[in-house]
């Protein structure tokens, strides 16, 4: 029979990448934290460009608007708002190394 006392369950491959990404992160020193965690002035645009279409637009300076979700739905949002922001910082990196490339490509 098995004995509940010794079950340990196993992590799906997605489970244990997410474990070691955690585990990345937390190694990482606090100022390369801070500096992943600032970002640019057209990330930050573009970020609250997605939040308000997201959102549809109602939270403006014209409307007083409130606005009543379940914490699941905000979670969610946070979720989606989270992602875009990683996949802008990405998406800049890239666009850096790139110009880098070809700026010494054509030294």
């Given at each position: 029979m098995n004995n509940p006392d010794n079950f340990v369950p196993r992590l799906s491959?997605?489970?244990?990448?997410i474990k070691a990404l955690g585990n990345y992160v937390q190694s990482l020193p606090p100022e390369i934290i801070k500096r992943?965690?600032?970002?640019?002035?057209?990330?930050a645009a573009a970020m609250q460009e997605s939040l308000a279409q997201m959102l549809g637009n109602l939270p403006s300076p014209d409307f007083k608007v409130t606005l009543?979700?379940?914490?699941?739905?905000?979670?969610q949002?946070?979720?989606?708002a989270m992602?875009?922001?990683?996949?802008?910082?990405?998406?800049?990196?890239?666009?850096?190394?790139?110009?880098q490339l070809t700026s010494s490509g054509e030294d």
């Open positions: 491959s997605q489970q244990e990448e992943l965690s600032q970002p640019t002035p057209a990330a009543t979700t379940s914490r699941e739905s905000l979670g949002l946070l979720a989606s992602m875009n922001g990683y996949f802008l910082r990405q998406a800049e990196e890239r666009m850096a190394i790139e110009k």
